[in-house]
């Protein structure tokens, strides 16, 4: 029986795509400071979506007594060895104290000492109790009347025209619905992606990393479609991570200052540097060199600190704890083994995603992006997405302001909304091909492992393997235009595998372009191992005509801000 879908319609004033922080925390401010609608499309359910869905145990991006914004951003620069766009980092940073208060005030515990002051963790870190984050801000946005939240709504498309968005097309995950969603202003928020190489864990356990396995770079492959231009991909980010849970290591480092060693016991940290790139490229380095494993030191650590660990990640990875407990050694008995992570697109890290203006609006107008969306602004973390989420809705909410009484809200032609359903009803109904989605995320995973600088190449690449990269990932893109799916779970998934081709093919041209090694840690360019200050400008890149072109721009100067002026 042929598969059908039923056509939604919806209009909203603000179409929030992607429910996690910066959407939640953008939906919450337009409603607190306007009378207009916003809709939330969230492709899982808002209550345990996105990165923050398992918990977190600390806010690292605050600004502690003694400290100011500006230092923010020179920590931020510095780890990103240059490559920033300050005016967003200066931005973020002044913004991030206060939406942390508005968090605790719906519900976040956040650690105290006696005097009641907030316990840090480092320079710019503070301690909280976040495995409830994610319920707190979806329970703040069920209590907003102008909020609508779309639970189990995938986002496919945005509908564009002569470079203005007007909404974006989507799918019900489980049922048989085309949305076609008409907007005045539209966010992306929806995370970077993973997936795209080959993992650490291999086969039932694949899902086991360090970002969100169900952030697939959607919006940043829907805004490479639409002709947005993009920044700054090939700043992947490779995760240091305690071996085989993937659970994170800044807990330990900061928090009781282990020191990382190698298997001869010697602290090599500072050989190789402390900004996050070089830590991970020491680890990679020692391996490679017959002094591994890597560890850090825990060794010797109090019984008070033994409880303190286990009761942190019980808040965010409680698979480490788990790893201890079934050891029976405590964390003070046995050092905690270290590795690197597959490379992930994500601009909460680094600084790749969309080129945005400080306010946040992409090159497509009336189109905005917010945290591990939007680029140029690394080290923004979770409170960071919160303040960007503030900073693009208050930008929307001027927008839509100054078109009072020209309302650009409009819905797409009947031609083009029976163009894109009948391709995805197309998916549902042909014979099943030769080759499954599973089987070509897999080929691409290694792909790209292989050839475009993952673990098995520990994180280096040349020009000659990025061409070969090129041109495998290509004729995946030709095989996946013939895959099937029995059901609109199994759409979902073809449609994922197309958006992290895109993706990926964007990637590699990022990675070719830039010749040198500013990071080696995330990405070691053999042809061009060394760093090179020619090299201070953002590569940057524009899907024009169906093709993509890569060009690079200027660093935008220290104390201006940057708006678009061609687009």
């Known amino acids: 029986m042929k598969k059908e879908l039923d056509v939604i319609y919806l209009t909203t004033d603000f179409l929030i795509i992607g429910g996690g922080a910066a959407g939640c925390y953008a939906a919450l401010t337009l409603s607190r400071e306007s009378g207009y609608s916003a809709l939330i499309a969230e492709k899982a359910h808002i209550k345990r979506s996105g990165c923050l869905a398992a918990g977190v145990n600390a806010i690292n991006a605050y600004i502690v007594p003694g400290r100011t914004p500006e230092d923010y951003a020179a920590y931020a620069k510095k780890d990103a060895e240059g490559i920033v766009r300050?005016?967003?980092?200066?931005?973020?940073?002044?913004?991030?104290?206060?939406?942390?208060?508005?968090?605790?005030?719906?519900?976040?515990?956040?650690?105290?000492?006696?005097?009641?002051?907030?316990?840090?963790?480092?320079?710019?870190?503070?301690?909280?109790?976040?495995?409830?984050?994610?319920?707190?801000?979806?329970?703040?946005?069920?209590?907003?009347?102008?909020?609508?939240?779309?639970?189990q709504v995938n986002i496919l498309n945005y509908i564009v025209k002569d470079n203005r968005v007007y909404g974006a097309y989507g799918i019900g995950v489980e049922?048989?619905?085309?949305?076609?969603?008409?907007?005045?202003?539209?966010?992306?928020?929806?995370?970077?992606?993973?997936?795209?190489?080959?993992?650490?864990?291999?086969?039932?356990?694949?899902?086991?990393?360090?970002?969100?396995?169900f952030n697939t770079g959607a919006g940043l492959a829907m805004g490479i479609r639409a002709g947005a231009e993009m920044t700054t991909l090939e700043m992947r980010f490779v995760a240091l991570r305690?071996?085989?849970?993937?659970?994170?290591?800044?807990?330990?480092?900061?928090?009781?200052?282990?020191?990382?060693?190698?298997?001869?016991?010697?602290?090599?940290?500072?050989?190789?540097?402390?900004?996050?790139?070089?830590?991970?490229?020491?680890?990679?380095?020692?391996?490679?060199?017959?002094?591994?494993?890597?560890?850090?030191?825990?060794?010797g650590l109090t019984p008070e600190q033994d409880n303190e660990l286990k009761k942190a990640y019980l808040n965010m990875a409680p698979s480490q704890t788990l790893k201890w407990l079934e050891s029976g050694k405590n964390p003070s008995e046995q050092n905690v083994e270290i590795e690197g992570t597959e490379p992930y697109i994500t601009g909460g890290h680094t600084a790749s995603g969309y080129w945005v203006s400080t306010d946040r609006e992409t090159t497509v107008r009336g189109l905005f992006a917010a945290g591990d969306a939007a680029g140029g602004c690394p080290q923004k973390y979770v409170s960071g997405a919160f303040a960007e989420g503030e900073i693009a809705a208050r930008a929307a909410k001027n927008q839509m302001d100054s078109l009072s009484g020209c309302n650009p809200t409009s819905l797409p032609e009947s031609l083009a909304v029976a163009r894109q359903k009948q391709a995805l009803e197309a998916i549902l109904n042909r014979e099943p091909p030769l080759f499954r989605t599973e089987d070509l995320e897999e080929a691409m995973q290694q792909i790209m492992d292989t050839y475009a600088g993952g673990i098995s190449a520990s994180y280096r690449f040349t020009v000659s393997q990025l061409d070969a990269a090129a041109e495998k990932i290509g004729q995946l893109e030709i095989l996946s235009h013939d895959l099937q799916a029995r059901d609109m779970r199994e759409l979902v998934f073809v449609c994922e595998l197309k958006e992290r081709l895109t993706l990926c093919a964007s990637l590699i041209a990022h990675l070719?372009?830039?010749?040198?090694?500013?990071?080696?840690g995330f990405a070691e360019n053999s042809d061009y191992p060394q760093k090179d200050d020619a090299w201070l400008k953002y590569v940057n890149s524009k899907q024009i005509n169906g093709r993509l072109a890569v060009f690079c721009r200027d660093l935008v100067p220290q104390g201006e801000r940057y708006e678009h002026q061609d687009r």
């Open 86 to 151: 300050e005016d967003l980092l200066l931005t973020m940073a002044q913004g991030v104290n206060q939406t942390v208060a508005q968090l605790e005030a719906w519900g976040l515990v956040i650690l105290k000492d006696e005097q009641g002051r907030y316990v840090t963790r480092g320079d710019r870190n503070i301690k909280i109790n976040g495995e409830n984050i994610k319920p707190i801000l979806a329970a703040a946005v069920a209590q907003e009347k102008q909020i609508t939240v779309l639970n």
């Open 175 to 213: 049922d048989y619905a085309f949305y076609v969603i008409s907007a005045k202003t539209v966010l992306c928020a929806t995370g970077g992606a993973a997936g795209l190489y080959k993992p650490n864990n291999p086969g039932f356990s694949r899902h086991k990393m360090w970002y969100s396995p």
């Open 242 to 299: 305690c071996k085989d849970t993937i659970a994170p290591t800044g807990t330990i480092a900061q928090g009781v200052g282990a020191k990382q060693i190698n298997a001869l016991g010697e602290i090599y940290e500072q050989k190789y540097g402390l900004t996050t790139s070089q830590r991970m490229y020491g680890t990679t380095r020692e391996n490679q060199e017959g002094r591994g494993p890597c560890y850090l030191q825990t060794k």
């Open 512 to 520: 070719r372009a830039r010749r040198e090694t500013r990071w080696p």
